[in-house]
């Protein structure tokens, strides 16, 4: 393996040049909560621009809105709230959305088509409006360099820190840079019901390579980890390119494959981030599954083992149960033939051939204690394989998920329900 | 709609004529054990039988050779164990069931072919053989009717109760009855891995319109459960026909439709009670689909909402969620819109055409206190639709679920494993 031709630095979404944001608290839980929960993220020079949305049939008012601005042309402001989800809001959500994109357009000198929306919160509240519209102006007028990581703070909601990532690279002789922040849920911290991932790059690159490029990223990267198999209704990652590095990339060009790399990197290293800060989770599994006959049924293998409630419970009590592991394997696969299937888990040989392995369980379990570790599948039926990063299932994760009366009942304190 | 045609009655799995049945204590969990393990019921007549059995690819030792035994001709011996699923056990898992089989059938004077043998427990470690062998001539001996009740008890595992049924009715003046005893898991509770129902009648069936009605009957009863999604190694449903009664029922003869309907009410009252036994479960859900293009879709959307982590959770808390089930709802099915959907929980709208319905937050929350309610989810897409029996989902239950390892120490104390 070659070495990276990228590095790490510190920063996060407003790293690269000719980006500025902001946020503000708007107490859209309640009145009287003070943190930052409305943010706005501006490329400064015109930008191309990439978006994948969730592929769940209920869709948020910002999703529908946003993807509709992605596919007529392009973005290159981002105005993102937590703590409502604006999804199965009706006609009133589709309004509210419109009227954050064009209060932003007017105070930035922009069209309101190149504004997204992202949400992020519970579902089937309205926006408290009345408290995020009077602040948006003051959003725009304090966009500055430095601020990105208010703006990883605003996004967040259940997760328990901020998911920022900045990495660099030379192209004959100048300095291109990513930065992206993100928070988690999704399909993971369900609370919450969204992932958001904002990507923004100081490289120029056509639309249709940029949108290829993030599309490919995002099935190898997000769509790759469960936490409790739920695809939210708000999932949204977007990628802006500004070209204000002066380094203009395409395919086949100098410095492509690396930005191709370093993008990659990008993304998966926030998905793995989004999967360690899980909802009440105490271990981060890899699922690796190989020998598939092709890579459809090593994807329903390996989703189906990190989707497994018993499989998960197992992880959570420290338990090496392969048993509970091939169970899985044989009701999501649809080719298995059980008298070939090896399991190894955290690097020692637990099942082979469908049978136990000779490991003594004494060693499996001392390994399983560690907080990370890797479940190998070996179907022996072909050259296909597939990976999904998940996690346990933890007791408290159900008792945390148990209620949102909080949110309804301020909902209702503002009028929003009854 | 018309009345019953047949009664409930006192009894269970050898109430019907010509079956007897016997169960011992051979301690297959651990030697010390004093619970009754091991149990037999056999018809003293020829019977015609029908099996239904895990669809799987991982299945246990006892579901390759009894679907064997079925197809092959019929069966009128069961031997059912509780402890240990004989799953994932290699040639030896086969051998044991073959010996299980060949004891039982010198005993019983048939050919090894009409025995069928069940098992619910751990996967992954063979049968404790050395306690199961020497006991089987004693279960034979003791057979005897009125003894039902002792095979209900020796099949479950982590069920808090025995699961039986018995019904009668009328044909030309002769009483036909038809009894089963049942226990959970399968898909339910998951630390045994294994659904077991027996179903006795004393009516003579031909074995074709047997297995054609038992496969009809499963698909509307335990194939529509789920506690916790995970499908067992073991799953076996079983049907035997002896003709004791003298009544010999057929399509289009009478008696026939009554006989359909007593035994789906048996099936459907089967699955329902091992819903309400899941393990550590609270709630008992009834998620009816209605209104969807076609029945498939119809049943993706009602196992999508029946399956959700988040869901199950809020209805542990009492939290009347329908921005979680309508989440599930778009994820789960295919050609649903959202601005359709209608959401009734507890009889109550909560919520209508894809946004927030005008009850009152309290008077939801109130409904779902109940241990059991309803949720009725109309796509208004089309007049197919499906109903699945489920239950929430409980930190006790990931609790329950964390560790196995009370097993296999006792397993590797027997030489089972290392």
Chains 1, 2 share one sequence.
């Not at 859209?28 to 592929?55: M, Q």
């Amino acid at each position: 393996m070659k070495a990276r031709e990228f590095k790490e630095i510190e920063g996060g979404v407003t790293s690269a040049k000719g980006y500025v944001s902001n946020a503000v608290s708007c107490g859209i839980k309640k009145p009287t909560a003070t943190r930052l929960d409305l943010a706005l993220v501006y490329s400064t020079e015109p930008a191309t621009s990439a978006g994948v949305f969730t592929t769940n049939r209920v869709r948020a008012a910002c999703v529908r809105v946003s993807s509709d601005h992605i596919r007529r042309g392009d973005v290159r402001a981002v105005i993102a709230n937590s703590g409502n989800a604006n999804a199965c809001t009706g006609k009133v959500g589709l309004e509210d959305v419109r009227t954050e994109c064009r209060i932003v357009a007017q105070e930035l000198g922009l069209s309101p088509k190149e504004v997204a929306v992202c949400s992020t919160g519970v579902i089937g509240l309205p926006l408290p409006m009345m408290r995020i519209e009077p602040r948006i102006p003051e959003l725009c007028h304090g966009l500055d360099v430095g601020k990105g990581h208010k703006v990883a703070s605003a996004i967040i909601t259940s997760d328990t820190r901020e998911k920022e990532i900045a990495v660099s690279f030379r192209v004959g002789g100048k300095e291109v840079r990513i930065g992206s922040c993100c928070k988690g849920a999704g399909m993971i911290s369900p609370n919450m019901a969204t992932m958001i991932c904002l990507v923004c790059t100081d490289a120029a690159v056509e639309r249709a390579a940029l949108r290829k490029l993030l599309r490919a990223g995002v099935e190898q990267s997000f769509n790759c980890i469960t936490i409790d198999g739920d695809m939210s209704t708000n999932d949204t990652c977007l990628l802006l390119a500004n070209g204000a590095s002066g380094v203009k990339l395409a395919p086949g060009r100098p410095g492509w494959n690396t930005f191709c790399e370093a993008l990659q990197y990008v993304l998966l290293e926030q998905a793995r981030r989004v999967v360690r800060d899980g909802e009440r989770v105490t271990k981060f599994v890899t699922v690796r599954v190989k020998g598939a006959p092709d890579r459809a049924e090593a994807k329903r293998v390996a989703e189906g083992v990190a989707k497994s409630s018993l499989v998960k419970s197992s992880w959570n009590g420290g338990d090496p149960n392969w048993g509970r592991i091939i169970h899985a394997v044989g009701y999501a696969g649809r080719r298995v033939r059980e008298e070939k299937v090896d399991i190894d888990i955290a690097g020692l040989p637990a099942c082979r051939a469908g049978v136990q392995a000779d490991t003594p369980s004494d060693d499996l379990r001392a390994r399983v204690q560690a907080p990370e570790f890797e479940v190998l599948i070996n179907l022996h039926l072909g050259r296909a394989q597939y990976t999904v990063y998940t996690t346990d299932l933890s007791p408290e994760y159900v008792d945390f998920n148990r209620s949102e009366y909080a949110y309804w009942n301020q909902a209702k304190q503002d009028g929003l329900t009854r």
